[in-house]
């Protein structure tokens, strides 16, 4: 897991066939089946594992994560528009795209189960990124 100031990312290793990717043509495409997870409940229980936020004025109380399996098909697919950075000052450049984007998904636990619509509403989705980018160690000028 990494956190900064505005995000909570979780770093999830998958197999190199559950991804694709042209990148030149702005096409790329992410599948995970039955992945295991866990589900917290909610935000205050996934941060604490468990322990909820009992002061006020969260007052969130603990929930015991439970076993769940995730199911994703994301696409992101055609470019929209184009953008180049270049950062020398914090050493980074990248390219991105905006393009269009997909998600079907579902979960699954004992005694519940969810999915999003199938097919998936490409107009449902209002920004969507795909990118390349050096920083650090890995950037040159």
Known sequence: MHIDRNHVFWMVPVSHDAVEVDFASGHARLRLRGLDVFDDHDLANSLTQGLGIPIAPFNQPGVFPVR?????????????????????????????????????????????????????????????VLGREKNGVFFSG
């Open 68 to 128: 769940a399996k995730v199911s994703v098909d994301v696409e992101w697919n055609g470019i929209k528009e184009a953008a180049e950075i270049d950062n020398m000052g914090q050493t980074f450049k990248g390219t991105f795209l905006s393009t269009n984007a997909t998600i079907v998904w579902s979960s699954e636990q004992e005694g519940f189960h969810f999915e999003s619509d199938n097919p998936a509403d490409p107009n449902a989705n209002k920004v969507s």
